[in-house]
């Protein structure tokens, strides 16, 4: 279909070239269901090719040019500082930022945004995207490049192509701080509880762990390295198996805060005094971990300086200027608090 004398294709027009009901063109604009993929996909072929723009139905409560930013979750306190740091970087660039939340997988698989979520942002004129601590797959970050959409990975969970624009911390680096830490009070029995095996930073920060340990001289225990996800509730549980192996570890190096959270509350349900049975590290040095008792020892990692590089970056690709760097990895330092000491001698018998 062709539009005549430069005039704005119509939602009846569409509607009538794709051979479906208006009703039907709105519910696929709209991302709502009741709509077969294979109609869902002609129709999207159809406004694509007239150039279709919206202007009828439920109302953008941001202009086009604004940033979509999707979190796989926003219940934990780093998704908080990683969105203050981009709603200030797009405030002092003067862009709008309109924030979503991904639906879980089926099956505890990682959730996904999907092409069609993508191209309905492109038809609305979305400047940017920037996608926290969730998986894209190819066709995402194809859809991206196609729709001409800036596209920005801040921790991304699986492995991207170079193509991508990235946002992290030294998370490797961080991993070495806080095992070097623990060695340096007398630990040797030290233990990862980390997040998901699939996600890049769990892994570096498990890789840093391993290196330090390697530096000093130890080999690290498979007994004493887990994986569960970055909650609190999945740091109980993995506390609760390391503090019951016949040789439980003397230190736990949690891969975030709130793992870390869950390993004190599992080592006070064992009894056991902190930091003189079990010392304790973190990772994010989030508002928590000044409040938790003994106040937690963690890693820094700079969050909202993330949030404000990943909106300023994802600007620059929407402007078509070259990114500063397609990697960029802010520095972590540890936080010493009262969570960890050296650790008391064990009785012989």
């Known amino acids: 279909m062709e539009r005549t004398n430069g005039a704005r294709a119509t939602l009846d027009a569409v509607a009538t070239a794709a051979g479906v009901s208006k009703a039907t063109v709105s519910k696929v604009l709209n991302g709502r269901p009741g709509v077969s993929e294979e109609t869902r996909a ?42 203050d740091g981009v709603l200030a970087g797009a405030r002092d660039l003067g862009v709008e930022v309109v924030t979503s939340v991904l639906q879980p997988g ?22 940017g995207l920037v996608i926290v601590t969730s998986q894209l797959t190819a066709q995402e970050i194809a859809a991206c490049r196609r729709l001409d959409i800036g596209l920005v990975a801040v921790d991304p969970v699986n492995p991207l192509d170079e193509s991508v624009v990235s ?32 996600s890049v930073p769990a892994r570096e920060r498990l890789h840093g762990y391993r290196e330090a340990l390697e530096a000093a001289g130890l080999d690290a225990d498979p007994a004493l390295t887990l994986h569960d996800a970055f909650r609190a509730d999945a740091g109980a549980r ?14 736990i190096f949690a891969g975030s805060d709130a793992i ?11 009894g056991l005094d902190l930091p003189g049975d079990l010392s304790v590290v973190g990772f994010d040095d989030t508002y928590g971990a000044l409040w938790t008792d003994p106040p937690l020892t963690t890693v820094h990692q700079p969050l909202r300086d993330m949030g404000r590089v990943a909106a300023r970056t994802v600007l620059q690709l929407a402007r078509r200027e070259p990114p500063d760097s397609h990697h960029v990895q802010l520095a972590t330092r540890l936080v010493i608090r009262d969570s960890t000491a050296p650790p008391r001698p064990r009785a012989t018998t």
């Open 42 to 83: 002609r129709v999207r072929g159809t406004l694509r090719a007239v150039g279709y723009t919206p202007t009828t139905g439920p109302r953008d409560p941001a202009p086009a040019g604004a940033v979509q930013l999707v979190f796989d979750a926003l219940v934990n306190p780093y998704s908080v500082y990683v969105l």
């Open 106 to 127: 089926e099956d505890a698989q990682p959730a996904e945004l999907g092409v069609d979520e993508i191209e309905r942002l492109g038809a609305k004129g979305r400047a």
């Open 167 to 198: 946002v992290g911390a030294t998370n490797w680096a961080g991993g070495v701080q806080a095992t070097e830490h623990l060695l340096s009070l007398g630990h040797r029995r030290i233990a990862y509880a980390g997040g998901p095996q699939r």
């Open 238 to 251: 993995m506390a609760a198996t390391l503090l019951g192996r016949e040789d439980p570890p003397t230190a």
């Open 260 to 270: 870390a959270m869950g390993v004190l509350q599992a080592a006070r349900a064992h």
